[in-house]
């Protein structure tokens, strides 16, 4: 049996304190919060996931969803749908929308942290509400005042839920592949023919519509995604009074059986002429959606914690359960709990490590997202959105592979009983291995880190957020004295500082070979400043910031080494096979 499901309430209290909850709450549009409502908000809703969404996760594993190939229609297990409708009807849904559009009014940090405990109870069910807050975020910037009229308050509300409907059987990785198309009518309405595939939440039976925000092309467009616009196109129309009308000509035509997240029913959808409205400029589709692609990045890297978290909590449970052996030192003739070994003491301190980072990352690229937005002053808002720009990308790819990682620790922990599915952590293996593939793979994370964040302003943001690193470091040795492994801190910082000039000096086929282990030293470095800020908080503190530095920080100079080994190294002959393309001018 897998361990009951407990919100992190104690770790997510004290990383807020670390990245600045105070600060944020002194920004204008949150005058009306005091500390204790944050803290009271995310009790209550830590009870509701553990009472109500937690106990649903593995039914959704086990049963899946289905398509009703006759109707198109798509129905979730019954469990599922109860739960997301309670989570409905007792309010919670939209507590970081500003109140003005009929949310919580708290910041997004405190979203983040509330979608946190979400995706740690159930992981399918949470990209439900997770597309929905994007697609919130995007039509509330982009929309005209009647669309937000139309579509914002009840997707707000719960009631409806919306999809995000880029990828097509061509166009993946390449959205500029794309080839939906939109074409106006006699009566001047947009058509929208094509067919998206696997799109999260494409068509269920939980909310009363389905907002699809998609990207097609509009007669005579330039080529690639210049030429793409954004349409929301309904599931069944909206006549004018606000009320439900016709069937719009959108269906689901498949459901993919998949390796994981069973309970998120991912959609092969066929639009044959449906009727969509366009969301800002034609042409603009790629810009809007990259608000809610940004969004989308920041909440996918979160679910790479969430499961991370999860699958520790089971790992920990059952290494103080599970006696196999006599650990060094114990009674001879008895048997210890297996915690006692020091082999999978490092293990569980490897999950517990990597989750502070993730969450400290994370947290602070949402708190400096709330700066970013709403501090009076201009030039500090401006420093504010530059890191978390660049922070997007390293988060995305970073937090996925580690909650792989931490997810694979946990069967490790496990044992021959962690390959069965009864223990309930293989799901959470499972379950992980999407993260780095949707949302942009983490390969493409990579080289939007090199190309767009880093080499196009000449490393600036890059290197501030370094010193940064560096200055949390030697301000927590002004504290406490040298901190355990700092000395692998200082060098991480030196190679990432190193790896950085050599991307910004060299081709474009060089820096894209390294632009993954580059990425890597890059999440660890800045991950081991936040985790130095942390250490002044406690001894056990300081102690997982010298377990970390040993442990990851120690193998900064090995990733430098691959981040800056070039692209010639990677010929096709190595593998067997010859190709038309160098890359080299
Ligand atoms: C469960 C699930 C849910 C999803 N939900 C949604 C959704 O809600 N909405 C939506 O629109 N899409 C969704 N997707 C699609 C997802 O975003 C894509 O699968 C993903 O972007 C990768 O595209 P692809 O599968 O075509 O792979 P490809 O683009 O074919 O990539 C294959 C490999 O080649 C690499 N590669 C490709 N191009 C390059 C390049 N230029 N440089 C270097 N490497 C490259 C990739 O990194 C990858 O390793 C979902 C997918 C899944 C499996």
């Not at 005091?34 to 106990?55: H, K, N, S, T």
């Not at 794309?178 to 094509?194: E, F, K, V």
């Not at 048997?335 to 999978?344: F, G, L, N």
Request: glycine fraction near 10%.
């Amino acid at each position: 049996m897998s361990a009951p499901y407990a919100p992190p309430l104690g770790a997510i209290a004290r990383v807020l304190g670390v990245v600045g909850l105070d600060e944020v709450l002194e920004l204008p549009p949150f005058g009306h919060l005091a500390a204790g409502d944050v803290e009271d908000v995310l009790a209550a809703f830590g009870r509701f996931a553990a009472e109500v969404i937690a106990p649903t996760d593995s039914i959704g594993d086990h049963e899946g969803a289905h398509l009703d190939q006759q109707t198109g229609e798509v129905t979730v297990p019954r469990p599922l749908r109860d739960a997301l409708r309670r989570w409905v009807d007792d309010g919670w849904p939209g507590l970081a929308v500003p109140i003005d559009l009929g949310g919580g009014g708290f910041p997004e940090v405190v979203g983040l942290a509330a979608d946190e405990i979400f995706a740690t109870a159930n992981l399918s069910l949470s990209l439900n509400p997770m597309l929905t807050e994007g697609a919130i975020q995007l039509l509330s910037r982009w929309a005209t005042a009647r669309q937000k009229k139309t579509y914002v308050e009840l997707l707000v509300s719960g009631r409806w839920s919306a999809t995000m409907d880029l990828t097509e059987p061509d166009a993946g990785s390449d959205l500029g592949a794309i080839r939906t198309r939109a074409t106006l009518d006699d009566d001047g309405r947009w058509r929208i023919s094509g067919t998206k595939v696997f799109i999260t939440w494409g068509e269920h039976d939980v909310a009363e519509n389905i907002v699809h925000l998609v990207l097609a092309r509009t007669p005579g467009s330039p080529p690639g995604t210049k030429g793409l616009s954004l349409f929301v196109v309904p599931r069944q129309l909206v006549d004018d009074d606000g009320s439900l009308g016709m069937r719009n000509a959108v269906r689901c035509i498949g459901v993919e059986h998949k390796l994981g997240i069973h309970g998120s029913p991912t959609c092969m959808l066929e639009f044959d002429g449906a009727i969509g409205e366009l969301v800002g400029r034609e042409h603009s589709g790629m810009e809007a959606m990259f608000m809610m692609m940004n969004f989308a990045r920041l909440s996918v890297a979160l679910q790479g914690l969430a499961v991370a978290e999860r699958a520790h909590q089971q790992a920990l449970a059952y290494a103080l359960d599970r006696r196999q052996g006599r650990a060094p030192g114990a009674q001879a003739g008895t048997t210890s709990p297996i915690i006692e070994h020091p082999d999978v003491r490092r293990m569980l301190l490897l999950q517990a490590t990597s989750i502070d980072a993730m969450r400290l990352l994370l947290y602070s690229t949402a708190a400096t997202a709330d700066v970013a937005h709403h501090h009076p002053d201009t030039t500090r808002r401006a420093a504010c959105q530059e890191r978390v720009d660049l922070l997007t990308p390293v988060a995305k790819a970073w937090c996925t592979d580690e909650g792989v990682r931490v997810a694979s620790l946990a069967v490790q922990v496990h044992g021959g009983s962690g390959y069965v599915e009864e223990t309930g952590v293989a799901q959470r293996y499972r379950d992980s291995r999407i993260g780095p593939i949707y949302e942009g793979t983490n390969g493409i994370q990579a080289i939007d880190l090199v190309q767009r964040k880093v080499c196009r302003d000449g490393g600036c943001a890059m290197r501030r957020a370094l010193d940064d690193a560096s200055i949390s470091l030697e301000s927590a040795a002004l504290d406490l004295g040298e901190l355990p492994g700092a000395e692998h801190m200082r060098a991480a910082v030196s190679a990432a500082q190193e790896a950085t000039e050599w991307m910004v000096s060299s081709a474009d086929v060089d820096r894209l070979a390294g632009a993954t282990p580059y990425l890597e030293l890059i999440a660890l470095t800045i991950s081991g400043g936040l985790l130095a800020k942390q250490a002044v908080r406690s001894v056990s503190d300081a102690g997982r910031f010298g377990f970390f530095a040993v442990e990851r920080l120690s193998a900064a100079q090995g990733l430098l080494v691959a981040a800056t080994a070039g692209a010639d190294r990677l010929t096709p002959d190595l593998l067997g096979c010859s190709l038309a393309v160098s890359g080299r001018a």
